[in-house]
């Protein structure tokens, strides 16, 4: 058996900006970057269409919606002011240390997180010393940003068994969303809830082996 845990809701809360575009224009000015006069309608708008279930990288899509108002700025730019904009501080949900120190003694663990900002996962695990804190890695850790496809994809899903070196059917994945977390029973892994099941009580279960 491998577990998977969803991130953002589920292991740790954070602070999202209400209006995102003025996270991300307070971002490009301190990099002396033009805002467009009607950035928060560029920002809000579609600049490329993607397949149904594919991540839209959020730096792609200020890059794109720049370049709609004529700002031009590089990839490394757009990937380091929306990593900026999106980093808030992170608490750690109580039970998330025990769960994922429980859950290593039962096998191979893994986050498995939908984020379109590229890096905010990796900063957030280490803003949060969830490991540090359980004495244990994750064995993997996929994000929808760096395999191209978001929860309830079963692409995602898959990528996450792979990544931890067993199948579908052997993955169990812990999440708070019904619609995307709850997606990993409809490709053929085991989805466990929040809502019917606690961290605290997640960890218990694992250490009394009831969830083998």
């Given at each position: ?61 200020v890059r ?85 496809w978001r ?40 989805s466990i ?20």
């Open positions: 058996m491998a577990l998977s845990f969803d991130l953002f809701g589920t292991l740790v809360a954070v602070d999202r900006p209400t209006e995102p575009w003025d996270a991300v224009a307070a971002a490009l000015s301190a990099r002396s970057v033009q805002v467009p006069d009607d950035w928060e309608a560029a920002y809000r708008s579609a600049h490329r269409e993607y397949d149904r279930g594919r991540e839209a990288p959020l730096d792609e899509h794109l919606a720049l370049a709609s108002r004529g700002v031009e700025v590089t990839e490394e730019t757009a990937a380091e002011v929306v990593l900026d904009a999106f980093d808030s501080p992170v608490t750690v949900r109580g039970g998330a240390v025990d769960a994922l120190a429980a859950a290593a003694q039962r096998g191979p663990v893994a986050i498995c997180s939908n984020c379109s900002v590229p890096g905010l996962v990796d900063r957030t695990l280490e803003r949060a010393a969830i490991e540090t804190r359980s004495g244990h890695e994750f064995d993997a850790v996929v994000t929808s940003v760096d395999c191209g929860k309830p994809n079963p692409h995602i899903f898959e990528s996450t068994a792979d990544a931890l070196g067993v199948g579908l059917a052997d993955l169990v994945h812990v999440g708070d969303d019904a619609r995307t977390d709850g997606g990993a029973g409809r490709a053929g892994a085991r809830l929040l809502d019917d099941h606690s961290l605290p009580a997640i960890a218990e279960q694992l250490r009394e082996g009831e969830l083998c």
